[in-house]
């Protein structure tokens, strides 16, 4: 390592620091304006989303000075899918590029690591993504009872009508292909056999982490890095979201030190959204949303009632419907007057 690359690294601890306090970012007059287009945050986490989480969670460690956007019921992602990140003309999506982004922008919580651990890095995130991934997605999107009952319900909630009704779908189209890209080739033919084995392949994942884990704040010491953040963002929606279907939920919680390695991280560095004092006000985006929602709901629901009422009424028979259909026929002229602005 060169001479005072200790102390570079020490000055991201000022930054850090301060971003625990719930001080915010600390950034460079230097440094280009970030933007970080992602889905929000429930059940006392950021952001719900894996991928999301993972870019949300390294920003944190390194101090990255993002703007977070966050995708609600207005739907204000710019273009491209999610976490998307803009830097004046430039704009990147899928987390290892966006990582890749920052560290040339000088926020690199891999600083201190050795060639060894580096490349370590990259093994372990190759294992997530071939191991993991596949089923967290299932958990969320494929999985009918998860999929039905909570993973629709949210992003529908945060996506305007008629997109609700069909971005959803798209998406749980979407990971079912990932799936089947990766794990539906022979010797597994049916959807179940494949399902069989995502299963065992995530339980056994989380095994090896748990065991590299161990006792120790982070994958490399005392230190968050970039597999820190891959693990959070894969373990804490799967950890935290309520599922009716609990197979893979069950198992993680199982294994205390990994559970304790997500608390630890939202704890540390993600007090403000757990004290729900989020910069954009997002909980209170959310929580106007769910009444808002509710209030929809009932309403739809009386004039349903009210609907069935009317069409079951004995005091309005189809002849009366006649007659004053016929009634009116005389005041055509005058009726547009009275209806125009």
């Known amino acids: 390592m060169p001479k005072g690359g200790h102390s570079a690294r020490r000055g991201r601890a000022g930054p850090r620091a301060e971003l625990r306090e719930g001080k915010g970012f600390a950034a460079s007059n230097m440094a280009p304006a970030m933007e970080l287009s992602c889905w929000g945050g429930d059940w006392g986490l950021p952001s719900v989303h894996a991928e999301c989480l993972v870019v949300m969670a390294y920003a944190r460690f390194c101090g990255a000075p993002l703007k977070v956007n966050v995708i609600d019921h207005l739907w204000r992602a710019p273009r491209g899918s999610v976490p998307l990140l803009i830097s004046n003309d430039t704009v990147i999506s899928q987390p290892a590029k966006i990582l890749n982004f920052l560290r040339k922008q000088k926020y690199n919580a891999d600083y201190e690591l050795s060639t060894k651990e580096g490349a370590d890095t990259l093994a372990y995130i190759a294992l ?46 979407e990971a079912l292909n990932r799936i089947l890209l990766t794990k539906g080739g ?61 197979q893979l939920q069950d198992h993680l919680k199982q294994l205390p030190n990994l559970c304790h390695f997500c608390d630890d991280i939202l704890i540390c560095y993600f007090r403000s959204n757990l004290s729900g004092a989020t910069p954009a006000g997002q909980d209170t985006v959310d929580a106007n949303l769910q009444k808002l929602t509710q209030l929809v709901n009932k309403e739809s629901n009386l004039i349903e009632k009210m609907d069935d009422n009317l069409r079951k009424s004995p005091q309005h028979p189809p002849r009366k419907l006649t007659t004053l259909k016929l009634s009116t026929g005389g005041e055509g002229n005058s009726s547009p007057n009275r209806l125009s602005p």
């Open 186 to 246: 022979p010797p597994l033919y049916s959807l179940t056999e494949v399902e069989a084995q995502i299963y065992r392949d995530a339980k056994e994942c989380l095994n090896l982490l748990s065991n590299r884990l161990g006792t120790s704040p982070f994958f490399f010491g005392n230190m968050p890095t970039t597999l820190d953040a891959f693990v959070f963002g894969f373990l804490a929606p799967l950890y935290k979201v309520p599922f009716p279907k609990t």
């Open 128 to 173: 997530l993504e071939e191991k993991l991934l596949p089923a967290v997605l299932h958990t969320f999107w494929v999985e009918a009872d998860n999929y039905y009952n909570v993973t629709k319900p949210w992003f529908a909630s945060r996506i305007p009508f008629p997109l609700s009704w069909y971005l959803p779908r798209k998406m749980s189209g």
